[in-house]
Every structure is written in C-alpha cells, then in structure tokens.
C-alpha cells in the first residue's frame, strides 16, 4: 500500500470517511475542527484510496482517529500497514504517546496493534467507545 501524507483533508479521505462513517455506519457528525489542525494519512491500494486516519497532538500525546478501511478491504491487513504508517509519523513528529477512541466493536484490531484499554466504555453518538493508549519508541 502506498501512502499520502498531507497537513489538509484529502478529498480521498473525505470520501473514505463519509463512506464508512456516514453510510455504512451512521455517524451524524463526521467532519470537525479538528480536521483542520490534523495531518491526514490516505492509503492507496492500485491507485485506489482505500483507507485513512488523522493524527494530532494534545498535551503530550497523539491522537489517532477517523480511523477507516474500506469495507471490501478489511481482514486483509491493511489496517496494520496503516496503523504502522501512522505511528512512523508519529515518531517523526517527536511522539512517543499515542491515544485513540476506539469503537468497541474495534477493541480486538488495536490490541492486536498493541493498543491497551483505559477507563469506562462511554458512547460517542449512539456507539460504545474506550480509550486506548500506548507507547512507541
């Protein structure tokens, strides 16, 4: 996979969001100010954007979010390679702390990351989240 790094939202990151966010998901508030603080990372399989993050630092740490495969792609590793993708940047970046809201459903795909739990589930919407943490060299 081949990857896009920008300081602004990509329209293939738009697209991929509003697709899995919006459409397939349900999300009623997909897009924020923060997008415009962010650096976006966009996944390209055969010149087709297939999966995208952001990143953006608060406090001493790094968020990872909107993080989404398309549907037809998951189960494939991708979301590995892109996690990989965004903690390298992350470490460019001088980051050594790195905090995402994860969908519950999703728990199991940032373990396997190397992700742990933290805190009370709690809902974002209608869906149930927990903070994940973890440290990178």
Partial sequence: MDFKVS???IDDASKIRLKVFKEEQGFKQEFDDIDNIATHIVGYLDNKAIATCRIFSEGNSYHIGRFAIIKEYRGRDYGIELMKKAEQVIKDLGGK???LS???RAKNFYEKCGFKAEG???MDE???HILMKKEIE
């Fill in 97 to 99: 702390k790195i905090e």
């Fill in 102 to 104: 994860s969908q519950l």
């Fill in 120 to 122: 009370e589930i709690y």
């Fill in 7 to 9: 300081e602004k939202l």
């Fill in 126 to 128: 209608f869906c149930p």
